[in-house]
């Protein structure tokens, strides 16, 4: 009726890594989203180059027939100076001429302007639209990889489980009745290994003959303090800095 901590030891492994796969796999959606929301910003760029130039176009459009419109009116006045009868009459609509043409000669020059900004923000178009293209293929391959880590991580939680349901039986109830009772408690943690004179976990002192109990490894002792189940690990030299490695032997 000896104590399953070699049993118990492997089912805690189990199920840290079990906790770390789950949590993994709960944070892909949103890992996916937010590579979604890159793709969405780098086109929201290119469609307001896009809604620039069509402003732009719809700008010009309208100054091409104001110019037009003006040049009508010019062609009017041309026409009624062959009718007119005084001096006076014939001077204003000269004027009136000269002026429209000046009018003209404005809009034309914002024209010009017009169509110089529409070639620039054609080449931010080019230049956004390249750059999309860029973010739109590096998205593809992170929802790749993400996709390939899933699949590893949701093969590894099955195969965890398979070989914690094959685990389980082996530890005898009122053990397994504890380990998950302190587990629920300890935010799934039930054991602590001790390889100095500490508790690994809370860094609770242990007195010497409790240490001398833990090596002899026959019966349950919980932490003074955490409440964990405690067990005694042997570390070589240079194991010492990774307790995990030591656990799997
Ligand atoms: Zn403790």
Redesign the pocket.
Known sequence: MGIEFENLIRLQQIDNELRELSSFLESLPAREKDIDKKIETASAEVEKAREKLSLNQKKRRELEGEAQDLREKIKKYKHQLNEVKTNLEYRSLLKEIEETQQRIDKIEEEIIAKLLEADEIEEEIKKVSSEVAQVKELAEKEKEALHRQQQLAEDKKKQLLEEKSQLTPQIPPDQLELYHKIAAKRQGIAL?PVHDEF?S??H?RIRPQVINELKAGQTIIL?E??G?ILYWEELSEEETESSKQAVKS
């Open positions: 602590s508790c976990l809370c609770m932490c303090n955490c964990r």
